[in-house]
Every structure is written in C-alpha cells, then in structure tokens.
C-alpha cells in the first residue's frame, strides 16, 4: 500500500514512554470497550482480559516514565499509522457526507507503550489494539505489529497494518451510527451464548467496514498494490476465534466465539472491499449461521 507523500493526521496523542497505571472497571463483553484483535499468546481468553479489567478500581493516571528511544523503524510505523488515520478521515467524511449522515467526528489514536488508560479502563500491549467509545479513541502499542509477525505467523505490510486500524475506526463507525449502542444494549438483556453472536457481528461489522474503508481508499488514491488484499485477509484468517482457539488450546468452541470465524473475518472484510456498499450490514442477515 503506497502511503508515499501522504499528510499525516494531527488526531493523535503519543503517550509510548508515559506510565498507564491507571485501573478501572468497565462493563465487560457488553460495555463499552471492544477488544477486536488480540493475541493468544500464553493460551489466554479474552474474557479473561475483560474480568481482570473489571475488578479493577478506577485510579488516576500516573507519571511519565521519561522518553524512549524509538528506532528509524518504529517512528516510521507510527508515521504510517497516523497516515492511515488520515486517510479514515477523508474515507469516512467523504462516506458520511454522500449518505447525508451529517459531519463525520474524528476519533483519536492513541499510541502507547505496555499500558495505558482509557475511559474504558486501563489495558496491557497483549490487550492488543482496542477501541473505547468512552472517549472515542483507539489504542495502539506498536509492538503489536512485531507480535503480529511472530506468533500469529502474518508477516506485515502496510495494508495489513492499516486492516487493524481501519477494524477499530469500524467500531467507530458502530458508535456514530448507533449500531454500536443498540447491540450492547441486547447483549446486556440476553444470555452469553447470544450476547457472543451479537459481539460476532459487531466484530463482523467492523471487519466489512475496514473493507469498505480501503474499496474507497484505493478508489480515490490507487493506493492498493498487488498482494496487499491478500495481505489482509491472511491476518483476518489469523485472528479467527476457531484458528486462535485451536492454537491455544486444540480444539474450538463456537458457542464461545465472540469475533467470528477465520473464514467470517476473510468473507466480510472481502466483501467490504469488492463492494463499498454501506447499505449492507452483519446485522440484515437474519440467520446467525449465514453470516
């Protein structure tokens, strides 16, 4: 993905070298924040994450551990994510303005470094990239990406990069057009086994959004190289609840996916792309199992 010469977005706060220490609870799987990649990396559960996060008591943030030393590549990782920011906004805006939705309202990226504190509380770099409609930010420890390539086996690209940044901007997406709102709501009023079909199509959702984001991407900048697609959908094969469940622990648990199918994630991410169609969503498809 050719990102050459592109502006930069001034949306962002760099806290790498900053102290997250702060704690807070949030409201689980249906509150608030959204967990939409994460790494399996010692056999963990993000349910997991999410209770360890809820017995935490909310605390204010703490000192600045003095600044690091970032390497050529680090600073051009982070100068490649604030790109791909950019390019959200203009995506989104161009989106929101063609369906008469109103003025698209930027979110934040948050860069950090091991932790760091969010509305939706305080997270760890093996949270993984996240998103808070707290404070209409997503949060990103660029390590995840060197994670990324070494034990979910996807070696990056630019496009692959941009695939986990424009799945959080879904979320906000979600957010704005009150999708994101309605479906906590139903998952606080139904059992676990349907409240994780509901965060399936959130995550769903997300994955046809970043789709449609880059069908539009490529459309105005002919940005999109050959291989970058395919890039894509190897990662959204990687973070499969059925791909990361068998990795961890051998075996699969439908009832317990919360994010889809490696074959859900390629499919809609797919679709989002060859069709830039906001009229379609996870949430018209009336059976589950058809998604």
Not at 54 to 81: H, I, K, R, W, Y
Not at 243 to 251: E, F, T, V, Y
Not at 254 to 269: I, M, N, V
Request: aromatic residues 10%.
């Amino acid at each position: 993905m050719r990102l050459d010469g592109r502006r930069e977005s001034s949306h962002v706060e760099d806290r790498r070298g900053m102290s997250g220490g702060a704690k807070a609870g949030i409201g689980g799987i249906g509150g608030i924040i959204l967990i939409a990649l994460f790494t399996f990396l010692q056999g963990g559960d993000m349910g997991d994450v999410v209770q360890n996060v809820v017995q935490q008591t909310m605390q204010a943030p703490t000192e600045t551990v003095g600044e690091e030393n970032f390497t050529a590549e680090e600073q051009e990782l982070a100068s490649d994510c604030k790109k791909i920011l950019a390019s959200t906004e203009e995506v989104w805006s161009k989106i929101f303005q063609e369906n008469g939705w109103g003025e698209y309202q930027y979110p934040t990226l948050v860069l950090f470094s091991n932790q760091v504190h969010s509305a939706c509380g305080s997270a760890t770099a093996a949270v993984g990239p996240f998103y808070c409609s707290g404070d209409q930010k997503l949060y990103v420890d660029l390590s995840f990406f060197t994670q990324m390539k070494r034990q979910l086996g996807v070696q990056g690209n630019t496009f692959a990069y941009a695939y986990v940044i424009a799945h959080e901007i879904g979320h906000h997406i979600e957010y704005l057009t009150g999708t994101l709102g309605k479906a906590h709501s139903a998952m606080n009023q139904t059992d676990k086994v349907s409240a994780n079909q509901i965060s399936v199509r959130l995550e769903l959702l997300a994955d046809y959004y970043a789709g449609v984001w880059a069908h539009y991407e490529d459309a105005m900048n002919h940005s999109m190289e050959y291989g970058d697609l395919e890039k894509g959908l190897e990662l959204a094969k990687a973070i499969g609840d059925d791909w990361l469940q068998k990795k961890a622990q051998g075996r699969a648990t439908p009832e317990s996916f919360t994010h889809g199918t490696s074959d859900q994630r390629k499919r809609w991410l797919k679709r989002g792309f060859d069709t830039g169609d906001m009229r379609t969503t996870t949430f018209s498809i009336q059976n589950y199992n058809d998604l």
